[in-house]
């Protein structure tokens, strides 16, 4: 009789959830504590640096853990009642349960650590470049999702974690005349024939008056247009139509346009601005001041929009030359230098991610150079800043990881890195933007002979 191997099954079980006890002693730049345990750093959303907790840990590995708040056991003086009555649901705000020095101290010192970690330099800390905590944004984009069984329309911002919509009727980040916007809006799109058929929402405060932005996937009614026409006459704004992500219709309203450095900047409802204004003029200024701009100075101003900091350049330098990837803001640069009377400033259409020796521009010489990338920095252009030797270089940042890696090519050229200041660009949040200057001594040198 033939015998077959029949291994014990291996009997399992389920592990309770570890609940531990810890005190926060710092706060990461995404808003969460740090505690240690067992000599490992555990993160938890929620306490803040000073605080007793008692967790449940909700992952375990090698280097770090997370746990998850159970019970406040003490409570930090710089804890404080967060404004919006969606906070913890709604994925946009991590950090308003803080009070806003503590938000930028402890951005500002997890800047100043991934520098000198990532490159050795130790930058003294300067105060941070910031503006009011509530009523900042002026632009945001609500999520429109139609609800078959209750036949009805959400509109509103994610969730953290999740592409699941919370239902915004406030939103104490946004700036007022946009917020009082959300109910009216809401009521307005839910009665549309096409509520069905609506993609998002986009709401931006132009110095001239806020606007809409409605992407619609199928071709509106006329009854629908009227409804959209009498919301902007009774709200006063403007209200563009996008039926796909090329077009965009002007049903009503101005051409928007902010301003800077006492410049009037026309723009694209699409097109890139600052999110925070208050933020974006000092941001201006302070660039302008580190340049230490010279009437005979060519200055080159890399990844320039539309012209945010190259027209406000252009007033004070002999020629500043804007490289932008995106045609459209390009064309925009273009109108606005014109439209501002600035004939010193001229524009490029180019990747900067391609070959730069090829292109154009490349043959120009330059004193001065500015830069603001995009997340994924500017390794591209890096070796040619380089190569064309300026005097002083103002990076603007919103990604310190790829600010440390670039700084990483000046200062091996010769470069200091003389002054880091952060940007509180979007309080309660995780995102940490700065700036920083850099000054090629050997060439200042040689300028003021």
């Not at 950090?95 to 500002?108: C, E, P, R, T, V």
């Not at 839910?190 to 809409?212: T, W």
């Not at 026309?266 to 580190?290: G, T, Y």
């Amino acid at each position: 009789m033939a015998q077959f191997y029949s291994p014990k099954r291996r009997v399992t079980t389920r592990q309770s959830p570890q609940i531990l006890t810890v005190t926060v002693d710092d706060l990461d730049p995404f808003g969460q504590g740090v505690a240690r345990h067992n000599g490992k750093a555990v993160f938890v959303a929620g306490v803040l640096p000073g605080e007793q907790a008692e967790i449940q840990l909700t992952e375990d590995k090698r280097q770090f853990a997370k746990g998850k708040l159970k019970r406040l056991l003490t409570r930090s003086p710089q804890r404080v009642e967060p404004q919006c009555p969606h906070f913890g649901v709604c994925g946009g705000c991590q950090q308003q349960h803080a009070d806003a020095a503590l938000q930028q101290q402890s951005k500002a010192a997890a800047l100043g650590r991934m520098i000198e970690r990532e490159t050795g330099v130790r930058v003294p800390p300067e105060p941070v470049i910031a503006g009011p905590q509530y009523g900042y944004r002026r632009r945001a984009r609500l999520g429109l999702a139609w609800q078959p069984r209750r036949q009805s329309l959400t509109m509103g911002f994610r969730q953290a974690a999740s592409n699941d919509l919370v239902p915004i009727s406030h939103c104490p980040v946004l700036a007022p005349a946009l917020e009082r916007l959300l109910q009216p809006l809401h009521a307005c799109l839910s009665s549309l024939q096409a509520a069905n058929r609506l993609g998002h929402a986009e709401l931006v405060l132009a110095d001239n008056g806020p606007l809409l932005v409605l992407r619609h996937l199928d071709a509106l009614k006329p009854a629908d247009r009227q409804a959209l026409l009498a919301f902007a006459e009774q709200h006063t704004l403007a209200v563009f139509l996008a039926a796909n992500s090329e077009r965009l219709e002007k049903l009503c309203g101005e051409t928007p346009y902010y301003q800077v450095d006492g410049l009037r900047l026309d723009f694209s409802p699409r097109d890139f601005i600052q999110v925070n204004d208050a933020v974006n003029q000092q941001m201006v200024a302070q660039a302008l001041e580190w340049l230490e701009l010279q009437p005979n100075d060519r200055v080159l101003d890399l990844f320039c929009g539309m012209g945010n900091f190259t027209l406000p350049l252009a007033r004070r330098a002999k020629a500043v030359v804007g490289i932008e990837g995106v045609a459209t803001l390009v064309a925009n640069g273009q109108y606005n230098a014109h439209k501002n009377l600035l004939n010193n400033a001229s524009f490029f259409h180019e990747n900067l991610e391609d070959d730069v020796e090829r292109q154009p521009w490349a043959a120009q010489g330059f004193d001065k150079v500015m830069l603001d990338p995009a997340r994924a920095g500017a390794a591209g252009v890096m070796s040619h800043i380089v190569k064309l030797a300026p005097e002083r270089v103002v990076y603007v940042s919103c990604n310190p990881s790829t600010l440390a890696r670039d700084s990483k090519v000046l200062l091996a050229a010769g470069y200091r890195l003389a002054r880091v200041r952060m940007l509180d660009m979007f309080p309660h949040t995780g995102h940490l933007e700065s700036m920083a200057l850099f000054i090629n001594d050997t060439a200042s040198g040689a300028a003021a002979k």
